[in-house]
């Protein structure tokens, strides 16, 4: 199975704030990567697949990058709402497999 | 917009078969992937499997001698069924649609508890 690693596992931040996370596989996935914001009670929503294309919907302010093993997420200047859980998941082989999350906080 | 709605049983006794279902609206079943994820309360997202509205399946190592996953293509539905179960089993079960490898809609989740 491929692991995927992020880091840092929780992260406070204000609004306003540039904020990255970074998504690290155990094994080369090319851009098959996927960025979910996820908040308490609520299924995960997709952001970002094949490691830089923005769902449609999705604030501008979010991007993605990277191909192989590292990739960031990063948020340009936080917004209230953005304050929840992020994952990463490759899409490279079976099984499909997520990072073990990231939790943005309110500084 | 596509839609999904998990149903099934909150409670399951352990060593029984959980079986869930999620039905599909608002927009075309075929011919896609579809998935099962789970979550443990707390914790991180684990993926069970996939299907193809033809019946082709993946599965996860991890769960793969208890898992089936079948298509009802008349019904827009898709099932889950896992044996043999066991509390590290209860958690929200997430089935969920595939776009380019990503899982770009999602149900709401149904909570599985796994106790006598």
């Known amino acids: 199975d491929i692991q995927m690693t992020q880091s840092p596992s929780s992260v406070s931040a204000s609004v306003g704030d540039r904020v990255t996370i970074t998504c690290r596989a155990s094994?080369?996935?090319?851009?098959?990567l996927a960025w979910y914001q996820q908040k308490p009670g609520k299924a995960p929503e997709l952001l970002i697949y094949?490691?830089?294309t923005l769902r449609n919907g999705v604030p501008s302010r979010f991007s993605g990058s990277g191909s192989g093993t590292d990739f960031t997420l990063t948020i340009s200047s936080l917004q209230p709402e953005d304050f929840a859980t992020y994952y990463c998941?490759?899409?490279?082989?079976?099984?499909?497999?997520f990072g073990q999350g990231t939790k943005l906080e309110i500084k | 917009q596509v839609q999904l709605q998990e149903s099934g049983p909150g409670l399951v006794k352990p060593s029984e078969t959980l079986s869930l279902t999620c039905t599909v609206s608002g927009g075309s079943f075929s011919p896609y992937y579809w998935s099962w994820i789970r979550q443990p309360a707390g914790k991180g997202l684990e993926w069970i499997g996939q299907?193809?509205?033809?019946?082709?399946?993946n599965y996860n190592p991890s769960l793969k001698s208890r898992v089936t996953m079948s298509v009802d293509t008349s019904k827009n539905q898709f099932s889950l069924t896992l044996s043999s179960l066991t509390a590290a089993d209860t958690a929200v079960y997430y089935c969920?649609?595939?776009?380019?490898?990503?899982?770009?809609?999602w149900g709401q989740g149904t909570v599985v508890t796994v106790s006598s």
């Open positions: 094949a490691a830089s």
């Open positions: 094994q080369g996935i090319s851009t098959w």
């Open positions: 299907i193809y509205t033809s019946g082709t399946t």
């Open positions: 969920a649609s595939l776009f380019r490898g990503a899982f770009d809609m």
């Open positions: 998941q490759q899409a490279n082989s079976f099984p499909r497999t």
